[in-house]
């Protein structure tokens, strides 16, 4: 008799858990794991300020050197060449692949140049 | 860099470059795009993709680069901070199991296949077969280079093991699998494909394949494992959408398994080590091996030559992406045949390969652009090579390891230290029902201790 009351009982605490939380009150709906990792945190960068105008300033062409590429970029080279003859256009073959990163040419770029244009495949 | 900049962008990447933009924290980044492709383009078809408009905005793209570098920021462009992101919930919405499948995949949770939908109770039980705490770290992944890296514990690879339906003593392997890093769907328009070899007494103690059919979807161990390698690369490892972290123009099928397989260590010829002892483990140890390459070649072929020839005749003419390695699958006859050649180790038959294997002559032209300057200034040994035509054989081994480094796109994956003289790898399997080997441009990219994750 006292082992019935406390299954009886046990089995309301059940119900009433189930209730209270939502998810199991219908036997049809089954709770499942997020099978998805961790995402890291999103930093937003600053964009750098732009100037006014690009007149007497020096823009670097960064080629990454994707395979068989090097006709666009001396295509694109002339043609900003010749519609804006005010900015000095400098066309640079990054080091390496076109994968590698270039750490020195950047510093450069930062040195000397109002911006950069850089060019990826394919 | 800190100074203005515009990428330009040939116009079939446009939500890859969005979404990495975004994640790299700079949503606004002002890109130009360009018809796609502009490789082996010739100069006029490029001036006129210059004269013309982007693609995507149909704005004059000179004017567009030109604006991009010099038009001034908006208020949001210039502030820090960070940007929003749906945050993770350890348990999904409740629902009934036939819409959470669905959901799964539309999520692209899955690999177009059912699974075991990853309730707590599975989880649970996948994660009695390790001593390590489900909240323990097990590593982070990315769909390649560029991408960001997601982070995962080993509760969350017991999910991903639940669902590609692995039993619970399977799950050391899958651990050690996740804790190297290397995702099974690198991002690349290539496709590549990875391989993972079992080695040691866990292939016995979970009951792998090595016989017949140790490469097909016959067993359970082996297809799960290498399954779940892919779900853990797109769940785990953030791999796997189209367009933004999975570029494989055609796809891999390999992808599917992974071509998940043990090493028959009984079927070894005498003094052929294992492979897990070839890169430094004990032969108690049990090891999983990773590689990475694209295809996989299955060669049924009968001939009165010694059948290490026919290895090596194969080697030489072979042709891929991944043309300066190579991995050999004998079964177990055909590992005998060549050790009864004279071969009375891995190593030293690697090394006869690449010594011995020269290099079709459109193959050696095509990737040796200054030799084939220096052949037409009749600059010898080159000019003679030529002259015998493009098909001739070069001889010139594209196995060795300097004729293999910097070349290797395999290098996608960070490569453990591999002491081996040539890039061609050697591996046992199968059930000895006939003298077939398959071969392929897979190059080894790393082990892992299964012991480890016990």
New interface residues.
């Given amino acids: 008799m006292k082992n019935t009351a406390v299954k009886i009982l046990g089995l309301a605490l059940m119900a009433a858990a189930a209730a209270s939380v939502g998810?199991?009150a219908?036997p049809?709906?089954?709770?499942?794991?997020?099978?998805?990792?961790?995402?890291?945190?999103?930093?937003?960068?600053?964009?750098?300020?732009?100037?006014?105008?690009?007149d007497g300033k020096t823009?670097y062409i960064v080629d990454t050197k994707?395979?068989?590429?090097k006709?666009?970029v001396?295509?694109?080279h002339a043609?900003?060449k010749a519609?804006?003859p005010a900015t000095t256009w400098v066309l640079k073959d990054k080091i390496g692949g076109y994968?590698d990163d270039d750490p020195n040419l950047?510093k450069e770029?930062?040195a000397k140049?109002?911006?950069?244009?850089?060019?990826?495949?394919? | 860099?800190?100074?203005?900049?515009?990428?330009?962008?040939?116009a079939?990447?446009k939500e890859l470059v969005t979404t990495i933009s975004?994640?790299?924290?700079?949503?606004?980044?002002r890109i130009t795009y360009?018809p796609?492709?502009?490789?082996?383009?010739?100069?006029e078809l490029?001036?006129q993709?210059?004269?013309g408009n982007d693609p995507n905005s149909g704005q004059p793209m000179?004017g567009q680069?030109?604006a991009g570098?010099?038009?001034?920021?908006s208020a949001e462009?210039?502030?820090?901070?960070?940007?929003p992101?749906e945050a993770?919930?350890?348990?999904?919405p409740?629902?009934?199991?036939e819409k959470?499948m669905e959901y799964?995949h539309e999520q692209g949770?899955t690999d177009g296949n059912p699974v075991i939908?990853?309730?707590?109770e599975k989880?649970a039980e996948m994660l009695k077969a390790t001593s390590r705490q489900p909240d323990e770290w097990v590593g982070q992944?990315r769909p390649s280079?560029p991408h960001?890296?997601?982070?995962?514990t080993v509760?969350?690879v017991a999910?991903?093991a639940v669902?590609a339906g692995a039993k619970p003593e399977y799950f050391p392997t899958i651990l050690a699998l996740a804790g190297k890093g290397v995702t099974s769907m690198f991002s690349s328009?290539s496709s590549f494909a990875r391989m993972v070899v079992v080695n040691g007494p866990v292939v016995d103690e979970i009951g792998m394949n090595t016989g017949i059919g140790a490469m097909g979807p016959v067993n359970r161990a082996n297809s799960a494992i290498g399954r779940c390698w892919t779900?853990i690369s797109k769940?785990?490892?953030?791999s796997g959408k189209p367009g933004e972290t999975y570029l494989g123009s055609q796809g891999n099928p390999l992808n599917y398994n992974n071509l998940c397989f043990p090493e028959n260590e009984a079927g070894l010829p005498a003094g052929w080590k294992p492979l897990h002892v070839q890169k430094g483990f004990k032969k108690s140890d049990s090891v999983v091996s990773v590689f990475s390459g694209w295809s996989m070649s299955d060669i049924a072929w009968y001939s009165p030559l010694p059948i290490h020839e026919v290895i090596r005749g194969w080697l030489e003419h072979f042709f891929s992406f991944g043309t300066t390695q190579a991995t050999l699958v004998l079964d177990p006859i055909v590992a005998a045949d060549v050790a009864a050649n004279g071969h009375p180790t891995k190593e030293s038959f690697a090394k006869y390969l690449a010594e011995n294997t020269g290099t079709p002559g459109w193959l050696y032209w095509s990737q040796n652009e200054r030799a084939l300057e220096q052949a037409k200034k009749g600059v010898e040994p080159y000019a003679g090579w030529l002259r015998q035509g493009e098909g001739a054989v070069v001889p010139v081994s594209r196995y060795t390891r300097s004729a293999s480094a910097g070349r290797n796109p395999a290098f996608m994956a960070s490569r453990d230290s591999n002491e081996t003289s040539t890039s061609i790898e050697i591996v046992v399997t199968g059930g000895g029902t006939n003298t077939f080997w398959s071969g392929g441009d897979f190059g080894y990219v790393g082990s892992a201790s299964v012991d480890d994750w016990r």
């Fill in positions: 998810w199991t219908d049809a709906r089954i709770v499942v794991m997020n099978p998805q990792g961790i995402k890291p945190e999103i930093r937003k960068i600053p964009m750098a300020a732009r100037p006014a105008s690009l823009v994707y395979p068989n590429t006709p666009f001396e295509e694109l043609a900003l519609k804006y994968m950047w770029v930062k140049a109002a911006g950069a244009i850089v060019l990826v495949g394919h | 860099m800190g100074v203005p900049a515009v990428p330009i962008i040939t079939r990447f975004y994640k790299k924290g700079i949503p606004n980044m360009t796609h492709p502009i490789t082996d383009r010739p100069a490029c001036r993709y210059v004269a000179l680069i030109y570098l010099s038009r001034p920021l462009d210039g502030k820090a901070g960070f940007l992101r993770r919930t350890r348990l999904l409740p629902d009934t199991p959470l799964f949770f939908l990853p309730t707590e989880v992944m280079p960001e890296a997601w982070y995962y509760e969350m999910v991903n669902m328009t779900l769940n785990l490892g953030g």
